[in-house]
């Protein structure tokens, strides 16, 4: 993996509450690798997208929002109409990564929900600094058992190889929003920094955050049924 040596910045979180959406679909598909442009002013930022792409399948859009201790990395790809009728044939996913995400500060419940909505992003995944930096193969095979269709079978091939122990045997069920992986203190760790300003996390912390819509949003407007008139018979 890539090694970096820098350290984030540790001010509070603001941009989820001015940062736009998109503003159109990119109607071109593409491999993730082309949406890797450096240089990026984190090199957190950069460490992480480094690896996602090499794991990702095609999409159509990948971008980054930052503001202080936050990074928000949104990833379009088109979604199964039998799986997602309500997405409009697109599914936007979120990778919240924060500095500041310790306990439960990056649980779902601490997610602003109509923020994302304004983003259109339909989920998204809440992850710490010290478990990106130190368990990046942990966090995304757990991600890759939950999102079905992101990681490219080669991808998930090789999360599969990387993956450690806890990873593979920790309990998950599809509905689960939090997952927790504990290590014991010889597990060895797969770090992206070689002076990493945060310790091997004891354990690792992978919350989803599923953005049910609103009643009436991303859905096309159906017109009411004229009503059928019938000739009564004599």
């Known amino acids: 993996m890539k090694p970096y040596a820098t350290s984030r910045s540790a001010s509070p979180v603001h941009f989820l509450r001015t940062a736009s959406p998109a503003t159109s ?7 993730a690798t082309a949406f890797y442009a450096p240089p990026y002013d ?12 090499k794991y990702l399948g095609p999409v ?9 201790s936050a990074s928000l990395f949104i990833i379009e790809t088109p979604a199964r109409t039998q799986q997602h009728p309500d997405l409009g044939g697109r599914r936007r996913i ?5 500095s500041d995400a310790v306990g439960e500060a990056n649980a779902p419940s601490s997610i602003d929900a109509d923020a994302l909505r304004r983003l259109d992003v339909h989920e998204v ?8 930096t130190h368990r990046l193969p942990d966090v995304l095979f757990i991600i890759s058992r939950w999102v079905d ?15 450690t122990g806890a990873a593979h045997d920790v309990s ?10 504990s290590y014991s203190d010889e597990a060895p760790a797969a770090s992206l920094r070689l002076d ?10 992978v919350c989803r955050h599923r953005l049910r819509r609103r009643p009436g949003t991303n859905r096309p407007q159906r017109g009411v049924p004229p009503r059928r008139r019938y000739r009564r018979s004599a």
Request: contains cysteine; proline residues 5%.
């Open 42 to 53: 984190d090199d957190l930022d950069d460490a992480f997208l480094w690896n996602l792409v």
């Open 172 to 181: 998950m069920h599809p509905s689960d929003d939090r997952v927790c992986l």
């Open 149 to 163: 269709g992101l990681f490219s079978e080669r991808g998930r091939t090789n999360l599969e190889r990387l993956a």
């Open 25 to 31: 679909l990119s109607p071109t598909v593409r491999e």
């Open 196 to 205: 990493a300003p945060v310790a091997v996390p004891a354990e690792v912390v």
């Open 94 to 98: 979120g990778f919240l990564l924060r």
């Open 125 to 132: 995944y809440v992850l710490r600094e010290a478990d990106v």
């Open 60 to 68: 159509s859009d990948l971008h980054l929002t930052r503001s202080g």
